[in-house]
Structure formats: structure tokens, C-alpha cells
């Protein structure tokens, strides 16, 4: 079995080019407004203005004249949060924390009721 073969996918994304049947890689849109072509790592979906490209047809691209292009790797993109989004998470919880905490002070404070908790529904007798 040659290598070319090899690289089929039975029921997957598979390049857009004619007659290619090369498992797609890369997705290449255009912004006609700017003269740009962007090619990514493959698209979670499939877009009806995108095209899904293999390895082959993605490093054989050639655009017309003028056109520029950008490379979208996926490997640069941070993933997961980063440590000033945890750093931001923590501190938002230690704000709510503190108002918990200021809630609950001052509802020792009031009078215990019978008929329910300070800020919750409460039933009102006839």
C-alpha cells in the first residue's frame, strides 16, 4: 500500500480539491475585503465559505497577485486559562467570600423570626 493511500479517511473530513480523498488538515478561508487568505488548523465544522485542505494542498497554496497570507498555528495558541485568568478567578472569589461573610455578621445581628430567614420568601400569617 503506498503512503498516499495510507492517508485516506473512510467517513471523515476529506480535502475539498477535486479528486483529492486525502484526510483534510487545514482550513483556508478568504477575506476578499482585505485580499487575504487564512489557513488554521482544521475547523471544528465545516463552513460553507471554508475549505478544507489536506497537508498537500495546504503547503501547494498559491494566491493571486497582491493577496497575502496568514498562518494560523494552532500549537502557538495558549491553551486552557491562563495565570493571570486564575489569578482573577481566585480574587473574585475572595470578594464574594467577604460579602458572605459581611451577609452573615449582619444577620446575627437581626431579630430571629419565626416565619423564615432575612432575604428569603417568607410566609405571612392571616
Known sequence: ??????KIKIGGRTCTRSGCRQVATRTLVFSYQDSQAILSPLATFSEPHSYDLCEVHSHRLSLPQGWEIIKAD???????PSKDDLMAIADAVRE???KLDSQEDLDSK???SDLGKRGHLRAVPD
Not at 500500500?1 to 495510507?6: E, R
Not at 494552532?74 to 486552557?80: D, F, I, K, L, T
Open 110 to 112: 437581626l431579630p430571629k
Open 96 to 98: 464574594v467570600g467577604k
Open 1 to 6: 500500500m503506498s503512503n498516499q493511500t495510507s
Open 74 to 80: 494552532g500549537e502557538s495558541a495558549p491553551r486552557g
